[in-house]
């Protein structure tokens, strides 16, 4: 083995935490390094989850003509014998343009990618073990960031030997769409695919120890959603978890699942969507006299240092909320940390979950039952997909946005949205909060038609006339935000 080399950056994982944390630090000049495991750069965003689950979703949206349903005269189905890898074949050509991006990225960065696997020798030294039989490597630096992500949880209740029997990473590599799906776990995931087999002719069921749909979100919203998942065929088993799964030997026959009340529940396959854990283990954490918390995260403070200072941990690996988008913001200002500069200083304080089912759904800030909570009176405001043009176009008759205000100032608080575009539509009232906007900011602000977000002008209408009465009683201006 020969002598460590140094760089002043290691980064171990190339999903989105890992990958901004290491272009980050290459932006303040720094020296870095990519250990990566798989063969592979972009994690599970890239590879695995992310990216191929929402791919699936589009295919599956465009080919069951579900967003063609008020177009007359168009006819769009699927043909059963159709198989996932079929309907994939656009996410292969996403996935490796993807790959693509992120390792032209990181070249441009100087930043070379070791493919390997990690662990700590001592506190500042790193051993790679390659794939091939390459010897041994190793690597030494003054600061270490851990972004090794998270693999789907295995419940051992669970034979996932069994080719009908699949964790959330495994679910796109079906060979064929199976007639029916039940999906353990009513969380994100297990939502999503549920939408998007429902989508594709399947007939699913949820299986969950809740009575709520995703209770983080606003419980109008939940509703709401929950109402449109019934629609496209899904069927909830509220209050249940599986407490026996019977695989057959015969391929022909279903899987049987006992529920906790008794009740036994037939499917073509089963998608066992119960959380993700991060495999910290294979680090080898005590060389670095590293702590770790409840199934393997790791703890860490505002700037993503563990209890070893100059090791820091980003990503699915420290927990909540462990998407994507937060994951790559946690990169970035701990690499800033990590290099002594206070540019990227702290987390945003707004983070706008999107959740992809069908139909979307997103927030960002208070919910009716936070505000409710913190005694904060509030108004709401409310626009239809149903009376706003572009929502006519498209067909959504359902979906919605819907605003809360906090009355005194009329300050936005909370931004809630279901429907087509969503997890774009969000965004908007994210950078009205964020500049600290009240409704004043949007009844002065013109938006293109037709478009949804026009909707955010109807819903700011609609919440100052319920916290004034009439447009005669308004304040000029309302309070909260000064005129251009």
Known sequence: MTEPKQYDAIVIGAGPAGVNAALTAAMFGKKVVVVEKSAAVGGAGANTGTLPSKTLRETALAL????????????LSIRREA??????SHERVVKSSEQTQILGRLDRSAVPV???????????????????????????????????????????????????????????????????????????????????FATLGCQVHVID??????????????????????????????KETVTHCE??????VNLRLTMSSGAVLEADAVLVAAGRESKTAELNPDAAGLLLGKRGL??????????VPHVYAVGDVIGFPALAS?????????????????????????????????????????????????????VVGRGDYAENAR????????????????????????????????????????????????????????????????MYKWAAFDAVIARYGSLDAVPVPVPGVAKD
């Open 114 to 196: 070791v493919h390997g696997s990690a662990e700590f020798v001592d506190p500042h030294t790193i051993r790679v073990t390659h794939p091939t039989k390459q010897p041994d490597q190793l690597l030494t630096a003054d600061r270490i960031i851990l972004a090794i992500g998270s693999t789907p949880s295995r419940p051992a209740l669970f034979p996932f030997e069994h080719p009908r029997v699949l964790d959330s990473d495994e679910v796109v590599e079906l060979h064929e769409i199976p007639k029916s799906l039940a999906v353990i776990g009513a969380g994100v995931i297990g939502s999503e695919y549920a939408c998007t």
């Open 83 to 88: 198989t996932v890898a079929d309907l994939m």
């Open 391 to 454: 929502g006519k176009i498209i067909g959504d008759s359902k979906g919605f946005l819907k605003l809360l205000f906090r009355a005194e100032d009329m300050k936005l608080v909370g931004v809630h949205v279901i429907g087509e575009q969503a997890t774009e539509m969000v965004h908007i009232g994210l950078m009205v909060m964020r500049a600290g906007g009240a409704a004043d900011l949007l009844l002065h602000t013109c938006f293109n038609y037709p478009t949804l977000g026009w």
């Open 209 to 238: 120890g809740r009575d709520t749909l995703l209770p983080f979100l606003d419980l109008q919203i939940s509703h709401a959603l929950a109402e449109a998942m019934t629609d496209l065929g899904i069927t909830f088993h509220w």
């Open 298 to 307: 790791i703890p860490v403070n505002e700037h993503f240092q563990t209890n």
């Open 64 to 75: 069951s003509g579900l967003r063609s349903r008020r177009l007359y005269g168009v006819d």
């Open 326 to 378: 937060t994951s790559a913001e946690q990169g970035r200002i701990a690499a800033s940390h990590a290099c002594g500069s206070a540019v990227l200083s702290r987390m945003p304080l707004l983070l706008p979950p999107g959740i992809y089912t069908i139909p979307e759904a997103a927030m960002v800030g208070e919910t009716e039952g936070s505000l409710k909570s913190q005694g904060i009176p509030y």
């Open 247 to 252: 695989v057959p030997a015969d391929d022909e």
